[in-house]
Nanobody, 124 residues
């Protein structure tokens, strides 16, 4: 059974950086059309942060543009999220997700496969 798992979360001060990685078991990242990172804080809906779409450039939510970068690392079979200049409002549980449909969208309902999340905490 395919499983995703995230790593790289932690606690940093504002302005710091973290690199999240999403690994996949029993499969390769190339077998999935779209990959994304989402985040969620208690009491709020899960929010799309970054998306890899093979038909275009990566997509980012406005609040992270210029600070976060999503990428695929085929040598490690991971999808990574480099987060720079972190802000306290970036504090959340971060989830990676993979989808196989013929199109991509940074919406929760599109993705069939999810990791369990990794916590990111940014202090001011």
């Amino acid at each position: 059974q395919v499983q995703l798992w995230e790593s790289g979360g932690g606690s940093v001060q504002a302005g710091g950086s973290l690199n999240l990685s999403c690994a996949i078991s029993e499969d390769t990242i190339d077998n999935y059309r779209c990959w994304a990172w989402f985040r969620q804080v208690p009491g709020k809906e899960r929010e799309g942060v970054a998306l890899i779409d093979p038909d275009g450039p990566p997509v980012y939510v406005a609040s992270v543009k210029g600070r976060f970068t999503i990428s695929e690392d085929r040598s490690r079979n991971t999808v990574d999220l480099q987060m720079n200049n972190l802000e306290p409002q970036d504090t959340a549980m971060y989830y990676c997700a993979a989808g196989r449909r013929g199109w991509c969208a940074m919406i929760v309902g599109y993705f069939n496969y999810w990791g369990r999340g990794t916590q990111v905490t940014v202090s001011s």
